[in-house]
C-alpha cells in the first residue's frame, strides 16, 4: 500500500524558491503542449512524440514524465466526457509534476538537525541541484511510525503563488488483518456520517457542513473553503471511530448514487444529494481499516432500510425519513441503526437481534448489538 504525505515548501530561501517554480512553470506549459499535440494528432509514450515540443530547457526524462501526464489527463478527460454524454473539451493542465528519483531525491540525511527531511531537486541548469529543507507533518510521523515503512522514490511538486508544496509517498506493506476484536456494521449517510451497529453514531452534524457547500457559489474562493472544511471533518469524525477495538467492518457497496432519475429523486432530491461525497467517505473508511489491519467487507445494500432485524419482515413502508418501525411486529428503532445491524446480518451471515421486540411502539435509544 502506497500513502501519500504533503509537505510544504516555506522553509525553502527565496533563490530557491524561484528556481523550484521556474523548473514547474515550464513542465506546466511542456505538458500543455503535449496536451494540444494528443488533441490534435494523438500521440504515445514514445521518443516521436516526445521530440514534437521543444526542450524549453526541460531534460529529456523531464518532458518524458509531462507526455505520460499529459497523456493521463487527456484520457481521464475523454473517459469523463463518455460517461456524461458530452462533447469533451481540451483540458489546461495546472497541477502537480510528478517526477521520478533520478530527478528528485527525498532524504534525511543532512547535518542540519532542525529540519526532518530535504529534498534535493534538479534545476533548469544542467547538473545544479539544490537541497531544499522539508518538515515531518504529524501524519508522515504517524506514518513512518509503522512496521517496515518506507518512502517510495519520487515526490510530486505543485502549487500556486505564495503556496508550493511537495507530496512525498510512503510504501507500507500489506500486514495481516487482526484476528481479535468486535465485529460491526456501518451505515453511511447524510443526517449521520456513520451509525455503527452497537447503537453509537458518529458526524451528526453533517448535515450542516454539507448545506454550507451547497449555498457558495461554484467555483468561488467560498466553495473552496466549505470543500475543505468538509473533508476535514469527514476526517476528523472518521478518527473518532474505536478501529482499534474492532477486527471486521461491514459496509455498502455503494455506487452510482447521483445517477438516474426515480420517482423518489426529484430536483430537490438531486441537489441536497449534490455536496455529499459518499465515494471520499467509503475511501477513508477502506483507508483506515487497511491501516488499522481491520478486515473491510462490502454486502449488497438493497433494502437494508427497509427490514426488520426483528422479524425480518421487509417493507418500504417499515421506514419513514429517520424512523424504522416494523409493520409486522412494531419494533421501533432508528433507521440508520437498523441499516447498519442489518449490513453486519449480510456480512456474517447470521442474524443479530439488537432489541427484543415487545410489541412498544417507543423509539429505540441505541445500546450493544
Not at 514534437?52 to 505520460?68: D, E, N, Y
Not at 528528485?104 to 547535518?111: A, G, L, N, Q, W
Not at 482499534?244 to 432519475?261: F, I, P, R, T
Amino acid at each position: 500500500m502506497i500513502l501519500a504525505s504533503k509537505l510544504s515548501l516555506k522553509f525553502a530561501t527565496p533563490s530557491k524558491t524561484a528556481k523550484i517554480v521556474a523548473v514547474l512553470d515550464r513542465y506546466r506549459a511542456c505538458v500543455n503542449a503535449y496536451i494540444r499535440h494528443i488533441w490534435e494528432h494523438g500521440g504515445t509514450l514514445d521518443k516521436q512524440t516526445v521530440d514534437t515540443v521543444p526542450t524549453g530547457h526541460l531534460t529529456s526524462r523531464m518532458r518524458a514524465h509531462a507526455l505520460q501526464q499529459a497523456i493521463g489527463v487527456v484520457a481521464a478527460t475523454r473517459a469523463s466526457a463518455r460517461k456524461l454524454c458530452v462533447e469533451p473539451s481540451m483540458p489546461r493542465f495546472r497541477g502537480a509534476m510528478a517526477l521520478s528519483k533520478g530527478l528528485v531525491d527525498i532524504t534525511d540525511t543532512h547535518t542540519s538537525l532542525e529540519f526532518d527531511l530535504w529534498l534535493r531537486f534538479s534545476t533548469l541548469r544542467k547538473r545544479k541541484r539544490i537541497d531544499v529543507p522539508l518538515k515531518a507533518t504529524r501524519h508522515l510521523r504517524k506514518l513512518l511510525a509503522l512496521p517496515m515503512a518506507q518512502f517510495k522514490p519520487g515526490c510530486s511538486i505543485g502549487g500556486c503563488p505564495g503556496k508550493y508544496w511537495v507530496t512525498v509517498w510512503v510504501e507500507l506493506p500489506d500486514l495481516p488483518d487482526r484476528t481479535v476484536g468486535a465485529h460491526v456494521g456501518l451505515d453511511v449517510g447524510m443526517n449521520k456520517l456513520v451509525a455503527v451497529s452497537d447503537g453509537t453514531f458518529f458526524g451528526e452534524e453533517l448535515k450542516d457542513v454539507l448545506q454550507k457547500v451547497r449555498r457558495r457559489k461554484p467555483g468561488s474562493k467560498g466553495r473552496r473553503r466549505a470543500a475543505a472544511e468538509r473533508r476535514q471533518y469527514i476526517n476528523r469524525t472518521l478518527n473518532q471511530l474505536p478501529w482499534d477495538s474492532w477486527s471486521l467492518v461491514a459496509v455498502e457497496k455503494l455506487k452510482n448514487l447521483k445517477n438516474g432519475k426515480k420517482k423518489n429523486r426529484n430536483k430537490r432530491f438531486r441537489k441536497a444529494l449534490a455536496p455529499w461525497t459518499y465515494a471520499y467517505v467509503m475511501k477513508q473508511i477502506e483507508l483506515k481499516a487497511r491501516l488499522n489491519r481491520v478486515q473491510r467487507v462490502e454486502v449488497d445494500p438493497r433494502y437494508t432500510s427497509q427490514i426488520c432485524p426483528q422479524c425480518a419482515h421487509r417493507a418500504k413502508s417499515n421506514r419513514s425519513n429517520e424512523k424504522f418501525m416494523c409493520v409486522r411486529c412494531g419494533y421501533s428503532a432508528d433507521a440508520d441503526f437498523v441499516g447498519s445491524v442489518n449490513i453486519l446480518n449480510r456480512a456474517t451471515g447470521e442474524r443479530t437481534v439488537p432489541q427484543l421486540c415487545d410489541g412498544s411502539k417507543e423509539p429505540f435509544k441505541g445500546g450493544a448489538s
